[in-house]
């Protein structure tokens, strides 16, 4: 009897480990996604406002500014 409630223990924390990771919307790799998303947009968005800046003061772009 104890051999099946901690196979059943063991498979429902699998289970909920699962669930937090995989949950739709809410879940770790879906803000994960998210978050990555959101820094390649704040890039590039940091990216365009270096561009009109310079283009707005007269001066050159290079990379490394």
Same mark, same amino acid.
């Given at each position: 009897?104890?051999?099946?409630?901690?196979? /059943? /223990?063991?498979?429902?924390?699998?289970? @909920?480990?699962?669930?937090? %990771? %995989? *949950?739709?919307?809410? @879940?770790?790799?879906?803000?994960?996604?998210?978050?990555?998303?959101?820094?390649?947009?704040?890039?590039?968005?940091?990216? /365009?406002?270096?561009? *009109?800046?310079?283009? *707005?003061?007269?001066?050159?772009?290079? /990379?490394?500014?």
């Amino acid at each position: 009897m104890n051999e099946n409630l901690a196979a /059943l /223990l063991i498979g429902v924390g699998i289970l @909920g480990t699962l669930i937090i %990771f %995989f *949950y739709p919307q809410k @879940g770790l790799l879906a803000k994960w996604r998210k978050a990555r998303r959101d820094t390649k947009r704040v890039n590039i968005e940091d990216a /365009l406002k270096h561009l *009109y800046d310079c283009e *707005y003061h007269n001066s050159t772009c290079t /990379l490394s500014s």
